[in-house]
């Protein structure tokens, strides 16, 4: 079992930037593979990011590929996503979640309660 809490959402100007965490419980943190998705009002929830258990692997949304970064460090059982240049099309809610592999993700029963994220023109 896997609980996740993510953090550090908030409202911010375009063209800035944010940084969220997902702190992770649970001994195993360090064996998942671990996303972040978002979902804005009246759309379907996206992917936006992956990295694989040991952080040697990453994969993007082809759009937002240069603007966010994700990471983790597992003596800290949290995950990252850094986003830089917001725009207002970035709005949504953002959510972490913990799966067996990047492939396999999507279809993961862990996820977190999300994180607003609010980008203002």
């Known amino acids: 079992q896997v609980k996740l809490v993510e953090s550090g959402g908030g409202l911010v100007q375009a063209g800035g930037s944010l940084r969220l965490s997902c702190a992770a419980s649970?001994?195993?943190?360090?064996?998942?593979?671990m996303g972040w998705f978002r979902q804005a009002p009246g759309k379907e929830r996206e992917f936006v990011a992956a990295?694989?258990?040991?952080?040697?692997?990453?994969d993007y949304a082809d759009s937002l590929k240069g603007r966010f970064t994700i990471s983790r460090d597992n003596a800290k059982n949290t995950v990252y996503l850094q986003m830089n240049s917001l725009n207002p099309e970035d709005t949504a809610v953002y959510y972490c979640?913990?799966?067996?592999?990047?492939?396999?993700?999507?279809?993961?029963?862990?996820w977190g309660q999300g994180t607003q994220v609010t980008v203002s023109s």
């Open positions: 979640n913990a799966g067996a592999t990047i492939g396999t993700l999507a279809f993961s029963g862990y």
């Open positions: 649970g001994r195993t943190f360090s064996t998942y593979a």
């Open positions: 990295i694989s258990w040991s952080g040697g692997r990453t």
